[in-house]
């Protein structure tokens, strides 16, 4: 089966300093990839779609100056939390799609990002 | 028009017994519904999907009904074991009209007692 690797799966860092997050499809190429945001006993909210060498498209209200990312090639791409502040304290997970357009989306393990 | 309005917020079965998830759609758009299991602390894993062409599909112990006059489409779970306990988040999405994105219920915590 298709899967996704995200790392770190934790991470702790201080006010201020930045964190970059890894999305990797391990057994086919995504040509779409989706990052999320989730706070405790909620549910997932979509923060952008990440295609294969093109600039990100961020959902409304989601600061792009914040949140890089970057989709280098069809099996990776990063998340960087830059300046984090402990607001940005969450759940962050990955998601991969593959062709055709009815594949479905395969999710990473996600990261627990805590900022102190 | 993009939400997916899921219920109940939480569910609580005896082992053995039939656990039922409902999720409704307002964008008729939607032709792709999917639902995903997460464990504490895991990302969400997909369980089952179902497109509008057919009105139920079931894979083991899980099954989805759908509705497409009534714009609604359920969980059930058969026999529901204490291994089934976890969030269960349905989704919408219109990946064959071009979106890839796909539109998250709220969730609903199960949990299936011994």
């Known amino acids: 089966g298709a899967v996704v690797s995200q790392h770190p799966s934790w991470v702790i860092c201080k006010s201020g300093t930045s964190v970059k997050i890894e999305c990797r499809s391990l057994?086919?190429?995504?040509?779409?990839m989706f990052w999320y945001r989730q706070f405790p006993k909620q549910s997932l909210m979509l923060m952008a779609t990440s295609n294969e060498g093109s600039k990100a498209t961020y959902e409304q209200g989601v600061e792009k100056d914040k949140f890089l990312i970057n989709h280098a090639s069809l099996t990776l791409s990063t998340l960087t939390v830059t300046s984090a502040h402990p607001e940005d304290s969450s759940f962050y997970i990955c998601?991969?799609?593959?062709?055709?357009?009815?594949?479905?989306?395969?999710f990473g393990n996600g990261t627990r990002l805590t900022v102190t | 028009q993009q939400q997916v309005k899921q219920s109940p917020q939480s569910l609580i079965v005896q082992k053995g017994g039939i656990s039922i998830i409902n999720c409704a759609y307002e964008n008729t758009a939607f032709d792709y519904f999917p639902w995903y299991q997460q464990f504490p602390g895991k990302g969400p894993a997909l369980l089952i999907a179902?497109?509008?062409?057919?009105s139920e599909k079931k894979e083991g112990r899980f099954t989805i009904s759908f509705n497409k006059s009534a714009k609604q489409f359920s969980l059930h779970i058969m026999d529901s074991q204490p291994g089934d306990s976890a969030t269960y988040f349905c989704a919408a999405g219109n990946p064959q009209g071009g979106s890839e994105k796909l539109v998250f219920g709220k969730g609903t915590k199960l949990t299936v007692n011994p």
């Open positions: 179902i497109r509008p062409d057919v």
């Open positions: 057994d086919f190429q995504a040509t779409t």
């Open positions: 998601s991969a799609k593959q062709q055709p357009w009815d594949s479905p989306l395969h």
